[in-house]
């Protein structure tokens, strides 16, 4: 028996929703085809990754859901990498999820999209250093997802159709850990006054989500904790963001733990010119940049 399942690449935070919004992002993908063997765990990959599943996020999440349904059979795993890792694209989440969706059709498990979600987060646990589901949520259940742990509950919205958005994915050296050390710098304490700007920045993204006005969803793009403690790890940031405002984006700011930018519109032919812009705002920093135009 084999079960092949592709899960897309997604965007986290978007802006003050740290560690609670995600949105599925169709631009790039990650293959998993699981086969039934008579025992272990093993992978197989022509990408760049670790092939013991004990290192490797998809492995992680395969051993742990063998053990927790106390399945005996062993696993093939092959991997085809398309979101590129380290850039705050979700790529270790779109194995994680795929892994899941496989693994679940291949048992004939029937979880429901929480338990989905939970054990694809297992898999974050080694990249990050600490569970958060905004990508896993995103690349399992696709769209605009808002995601409570404690107890788990994610919650998915449709986006609304003229919603675009633009990636700007630097050509940077990205430290080993990447999500771990841009945790890092976030600040333990805020001010009151700083979680309340962010509080009502995020509620009115999930209104403009349920009102599909995407409109109020770019402007409140406003993240007054995370990426400003963030953005020194990306060279360039503040002119990108600058231009690509500019250049007529509803709202810019980090993708996930970075390097990656992303802006909002709902025009085609601004998207271009935004494109062109965040591009220019990275060679200004010397950085260059490859741009993908999406509808999430
Ligand atoms: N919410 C997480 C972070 C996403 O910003 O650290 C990381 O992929």
Redesign the pocket.
Known sequence: ATVTVRAPSST??LGPG??VFGLAVDAFFDEITLTKKNSGVTIVTKDNIPTNPDNNTAGLVIKNMLKKFKIKDGVEIKIKKGVPAGF?M?SS?ASAAAAVIAFNQMFELKLDDNALVEFAGFGEKAS?GSV?Y??VAASVLGGFVIVRTNPLDVIKIEPPMNLRMCIAVPTLEVPKKK?KV??GVIPKKVRLGDSIANLSNAAVIVAGFMKKDSDLIGKSIKDVI?EPARQHMIPGFSKVKENALKAGALGVTIS??GPSVIAFSKSNADLKKIALAMSKGFASANTKCQTVICKP
């Open positions: 986290a935070n740290f560690d705050g979700g989440a990050a958060h905004d990508n999500t841009s945790r995370v996930g733990a």
